[in-house]
């Protein structure tokens, strides 16, 4: 097991908020939802969650949303990785 991983994370757990949020929007109009957890590194990687409310229901709208965070997301996972091979360097 990886040292940096929690102990015994319970993953689950977001997925099941998730729910409790979708059934608490019932009323809404769907647009769409996420939960993405990635693999930890550094320990402050955050998980990625999007529940979308969207009137128009548009698929494309929702998932450029998601591929917008996932990008920020790899961006500052790439930003630190570089940041620890600098300060290696010295």
Avoid: C, W
């Avoid at 059934?23 to 939802?33: I, L, Q």
């Amino acid at each position: 097991m990886d040292e940096n991983q929690p102990q015994n994370p319970d993953y689950s757990t977001r997925f099941r908020e998730m729910a409790v949020r979708i059934e608490h929007n019932h009323d809404s109009r769907f647009g769409g939802a996420a939960v993405i957890i990635p693999p930890s590194v550094t320990g402050n990687e955050k998980p990625i969650e999007l529940l979308m409310l969207d009137a128009q229901g548009d698929p494309a709208q929702f998932l450029a949303t998601l591929i917008t965070r996932l990008q920020l997301l790899a961006k500052d996972l790439d930003d630190t990785r570089r940041m620890g091979q600098a300060g290696f360097l010295r």
